[in-house]
């Protein structure tokens, strides 16, 4: 990458890379592996350009990056433009789109929301999200997976959703036939927990990549169905998945949170802040010195988990629905999610059993 170096001499905490030719043979990697880490791709989103508010010229300047980062890795992205209104005016903003073709014509749309709220600097929301979606678009360009990969920077979410309801607006009938499931990353890494979510009506996804992620040893929590408007396994119409659940097409949502807090509806992040996101505490130096490695610790995990994901799971066929939906055998149920058998590192709040360690 030509903008790392800026990033890298903020006095950020060390980050962990791969280098290429002999260096990299020395130490073996399991599974497919990139060559700039996410944590990198953050620091530069979120201490270089900063806030990146819709509409205005920061949104713009993180566009133009995250079109460089693609074609830096061999992509040919393209761009949607669209406007919205705000008020009484009238705002550009855009999608960047690039396609990794696979094993088959179906495929899996990956999406992260770049823009971001105007206090902060946005690394949670939404630059940690951004940067996952990077890792996973250079590790798996030259990886056989099942499906074509569409990665999509969405524009304007914080807007009303913007970006993402052009998208899915903008696709053909045989477009949404072919997209057998959106993967949404929103604010995936600095709260307590790792959780992950589908709709009620087709769980599949979140069953199947929590079974994956378990095969290797990490385990990531659903909601716990504590607040009755947020059943077991799902989630809020407030991200980028929501317009491609209108359009009948399977969803899982990736996001680091605490949902056993306030309300239990999710919306704050940790014990000891209550909520990072659209605050001042939204910056990369805030998130490190209250939660030292948590970003990089649960961005390596995300990343581990769905590149397997990505490589490995097949979406049953059709016949198979009844299976798909009642997915592999759980560790947890709703009560177990809830049950106060594990305690936060920082509080003696409880937190859902799992085998999993605070995060």
């Known amino acids: ?17 791969h280098t290429s030719g002999a260096a990299q043979e020395e130490t073996p990697v399991a599974g497919p592996t990139a060559g700039t880490s996410a944590y990198e791709y953050l620091a530069e989103l979120s201490d270089e350009i900063g806030s990146r508010v819709a509409g205005l010229s920061t949104e713009t300047r993180a566009g133009d990056r995250i ?3 693609f074609g830096d890795l061999g992509y040919t992205p393209d761009t949607q433009e669209l406007t919205f209104t705000q008020g009484k005016e009238r705002h550009h903003s855009r999608n960047i789109v690039a396609v990794k073709p696979g094993v088959s014509g179906k495929q899996i749309v990956i999406g992260a929301h770049y823009d971001s709220a105007g206090v902060g600097r946005g690394a949670f929301d939404n630059a940690t999200g951004v940067a996952l979606m990077m890792e996973l678009a250079d590790a798996l360009r030259d990886e056989n997976t099942p499906y074509t ?19 899915v607006a903008e696709m053909s009938p045989q477009a949404r036939a072919d997209t057998v499931l959106m993967i949404n990353l929103d604010s995936v890494a600095a709260g307590d927990r790792l959780y992950c979510y589908s709709s009620k ?18 385990y990531f929590l659903t909601s716990p169905g504590l607040n009755n408007d947020y059943p077991y396994g799902t989630t809020g119409d407030w991200s980028d998945h ?11 949502y990736l996001e680091a949170t605490n949902w056993l807090l306030g309300d239990k509806d ?5 014990v000891k802040d209550r909520e990072i996101w659209h605050s001042r505490k939204d910056t990369l130096s805030y998130i490190e010195q209250r939660y030292p490695g948590r970003l990089e610790r649960q961005l390596g995990l995300e990343f581990t988990a769905l590149a397997a994901f990505l490589t490995e799971y097949e979406v049953p066929a059709a016949g198979a629905a009844g299976a798909a939906e009642s997915g592999p055998a759980e560790a947890t149920s709703p009560a177990a999610e809830a049950s106060p058998t594990a305690t936060d590192e920082a509080s ?10 605070a995060l």
């Open 1 to 17: 990458m030509t903008h790392l170096s800026k990033s890298l001499a903020l006095g950020l905490g060390a980050v962990s890379t």
């Open 67 to 69: 079109l460089q980062w």
């Open 149 to 167: 990969l569409v990665f999509v920077a969405f524009g304007a979410e914080e807007a009303g959703l913007q970006g993402s309801m052009h998208y």
């Open 201 to 218: 009506d087709t769980a599949w996804p979140q069953l199947a990549f929590r079974s994956v992620a378990r095969g290797l040893g990490t």
């Open 242 to 252: 929501v317009a491609f659940h209108q359009a009948g097409i399977p969803y899982l």
């Open 266 to 270: 999710g919306y704050l992040n940790t």
């Open 348 to 357: 003696p709040v409880a937190q859902p059993a799992s085998p999993a360690p």
